[in-house]
Structure formats: structure tokens, C-alpha cells
């Protein structure tokens, strides 16, 4: 439930639970103060809602923002700072939403609830692939592409120069490795 709130809500829910569970529990301290907190959370919260409508930053800082986590099939690593999310927490997040490769990503949101949002690419390319390195069996389905360098990090494709990056400009990953596609049924049989 708490994922359907923003923290604003959450803060205020649990206030109001505090102040009416004292009165409840002993019914001589009177209901009077819960009631006064009841209408000042009530109008704190609508004055919230009425700056952060009127002013976009306030409401950036009050209630969050939108992060975007992976853009064209690369995590960006400095929302992944932000976020304060870890690499194999989106990557995880990604398979347990059917996702095998971020070259299948067009965009992934972490919204300000804390809900992710996940946008397909309608044309997958190859990208990185985002199961566990020691998953084999898995990652049979898959057909390497070793013309395409990834950051093993991030899935920055290395540019096919005469000089090919020594470390990854997005996140400084010195590691590279091929860009991988799903194998259909089709391509199976």
C-alpha cells in the first residue's frame, strides 16, 4: 500500500493514526485533540497540494520526480545515484518484469511513488543481457553478437572507431562484452 502513496500521504496516515489511537485506547484524554490534528494534517496536506501544482520545484522536492533508469537500452548511472538504487536492484527489477536484455528498453521509469514503469522498445536490438552471469542454461537462448561491444556496467555500446574506448564513458566500467538478441521458437527450430 505504501508504494500507492507518496510520502506526504504516508506521513500523514501515520500521524493520524497516532493521534487517533490515544483516544481510542483511553477513552478519557477526551477526542478533542485528535480531531484539531485530524483538520491541521488535512490542511497541511492540501496546502501541499496547491504550492506543488502552482510551483513545479516545490513539487519536485515535496512529493519526488520521474527518474529515468535506462534510456535506448542504457542504464544511466547517475539517476542510478539519485535513486539511490543499485545496479543489480534495476536488473532485477527488469527480469521480474520479462525483461532479458536491455536492448529491448526503449525507456525504464522509477516513478515518485516508487513504482517502476517500463517502456519496450517495438524494434529490440541487441543489448546487454541482464541475467545472472552464472545462469548458462539461460543464457543459451541467447545469440552473441561479438560485433558489438557493450559496457558490462551499463550497456553503452563501444563506437566502432580505430580507437575504442579504454573505459566506459558513462559510468568508467573498464569491462566489455558482446551485445546479445533473444532467439525466437522459430529461430530455434
Given amino acids: 500500500m505504501s508504494s500507492q502513496l507518496t510520502r506526504n500521504e504516508l506521513a500523514a496516515l501515520v500521524s493520524l493514526a497516532a493521534a487517533v489511537g490515544i483516544p481510542m485506547m483511553a477513552p478519557d484524554r477526551g477526542l478533542l485533540p485528535a480531531v484539531i490534528i485530524a483538520f491541521v494534517l488535512i490542511a497541511v496536506e492540501r496546502l501541499i497540494a496547491r504550492l506543488s501544482f502552482q510551483n513545479e520545484r516545490f513539487g519536485d522536492v515535496v512529493l519526488g520526480k520521474v527518474s529515468t533508469l535506462v534510456s535506448d537500452g542504457v542504464i544511466n548511472m547517475k539517476e542510478l545515484g539519485i535513486s539511490r538504487l543499485s545496479h543489480e536492484r534495476v536488473l532485477a527489477q527488469l527480469r521480474s518484469q520479462g525483461v532479458l536484455q ?61 580507437k575504442p574506448y579504454a573505459c566506459c564513458p558513462n559510468c568508467g566500467n573498464e569491462k566489455w562484452v558482446s551485445a546479445v538478441e533473444e532467439i525466437t521458437k522459430t529461430q530455434l527450430t
Wanted: negative net charge.
Fill in 102 to 162: 536491455l536492448g529491448s528498453v526503449s525507456r525504464y521509469y522509477m516513478e515518485a511513488s516508487g513504482n517502476f514503469a517500463l517502456i519496450s522498445n517495438p524494434a529490440p536490438v541487441p543489448g546487454l543481457c541482464v541475467l545472472p552471469p552464472w545462469d548458462d542454461a539461460m543464457r543459451s537462448f541467447f545469440k552473441e553478437h561479438t560485433e558489438k561491444q557493450l559496457c558490462m556496467q551499463c550497456g553503452l555500446p563501444q563506437k566502432p572507431a580505430e
